[in-house]
């Protein structure tokens, strides 16, 4: 009897230790305001969910399988909180799975961008608010926007501050793989207050003959009293596409908050009086760790021939929004 549970008792440490060595993590993100948006022509009010940060229910984890490699995943659904309605494919925010090493990640899936990667770094808006750079600067290029379907994603360790990115998105297009494929690259510094990341993304359309080519360099640098964001982006589709964006921006602490502003602007090198600018400023104010409330207010201001975020009608676009946000 003594013997049987001395086997019992071994078998639950064992199986205890493995257990640990294994962990799920739920997480989300819930993200609800009031937006009212005004091109001088025509105006609208509206409750809209995922004003900062896209409202997402996740799942995550890793597996520790020794000898320093371990596996991870990543399962994130997207959701309208104003009407409770999921957004497309179940996890449509992202999907992988891969491996951990001393070589590097490697992740197979749904994942975002190289491109949009440098993007959530070099945006003090966070990709979202108002004034995000996502309204005037492409994320992608690709029919996914800020993510590639069928994805390879693989990032080197990261050795004195430096760290590098390759993706391939398989087209899966029968008869020709250049259909639909998406390659990225990127290649990155972070140490103390300074960032700077230089990243690239190729798109082709469905018939393989066309490509998106965006090309970005970015980076920040952490002052204390400011955190000031620079960009400069190179977006060309063969003949019909040539554009330039540039961004400047800043943070400043204030209180249980921060105060942020960006300049954009968009120069188009193909098509006369198709120039645009966007100006934007928010606020954040962090009532716990998890919970914030937030305003922001932005206007962009289209030459003649641009029509770039505007409501039918006008050549302005005025987006003023308040809400809240809570992580969990």
């Known amino acids: 009897m003594k013997k049987a549970f001395f086997a ?3 078998l639950g440490a064992v199986s205890g230790a493995a257990f640990a060595q294994s962990s799920v993590e739920v997480y989300g993100i819930v993200d609800m305001g009031l937006v009212h948006e005004n091109n001088g022509t025509t105006s609208a009010t509206r409750l809209d969910s995922g004003n900062v940060y ?3 229910l996740g799942f995550r984890g890793t597996e520790d399988l020794g000898g320093g490699l371990s596996a991870l995943f990543n399962l994130e659904s997207g959701f309208n909180v104003d009407t409770g309605a999921g957004q497309g494919p179940l996890f449509n925010r992202q999907s992988f799975v891969g491996l951990k090493g001393s070589a590097g990640t490697v992740t197979l899936g749904r994942q975002y961008t190289t ?16 004034g995000n750079a996502g309204r005037m600067m492409s994320n992608g290029g ?3 926007g800020a993510r590639t379907d069928n994805s390879i994603f693989y990032v080197t360790p990261t050795v004195n501050g ?23 690259a990127a290649v990155g510094y972070a140490k103390d207050r300074l960032s700077m990341k230089l990243a690239y993304h190729n798109a082709n359309d469905a018939t393989g003959n066309t490509s998106t080519k965006n090309t970005n360099l970015s980076g920040t640098y952490d002052f204390g009293v400011a955190k000031v964001y620079a960009a400069y982006q190179l977006n060309k589709t063969d003949s019909v596409l040539d554009t330039r964006d ?34 934007a400023a928010g606020y954040i104010y ?16 289209n030459d003649s021939g641009s029509s770039i975020r505007v409501l039918t009608g006008g050549n302005s676009d005025r987006l003023f ?8």
């Open 8 to 10: 019992l008792a071994v």
């Open 54 to 56: 896209g409202s997402r």
């Open 115 to 130: 491109l949009f990667r440098a993007q959530l770094a070099y945006d003090p808006f966070f990709t979202g608010f108002a």
């Open 142 to 144: 690709g029919p996914n």
């Open 162 to 184: 430096f760290e590098g990115q390759l993706q391939y998105g398989l087209g899966e297009q029968a008869g020709d793989n250049s259909k639909l494929r998406e390659t990225g």
């Open 246 to 279: 540039g961004l400047i921006g800043v943070s400043v602490p204030f209180g249980a908050g921060k105060f942020i502003a960006s300049y954009i602007r968009k120069n188009d090198r193909i098509n006369a009086n198709a120039n645009a600018t966007q100006l």
């Open 286 to 301: 962090g009532l716990s760790k998890r919970t914030d409330l937030y305003t922001s207010v932005s206007n962009i201001k």
């Open 321 to 328: 929004n308040a809400g809240i946000s809570h992580k969990f």
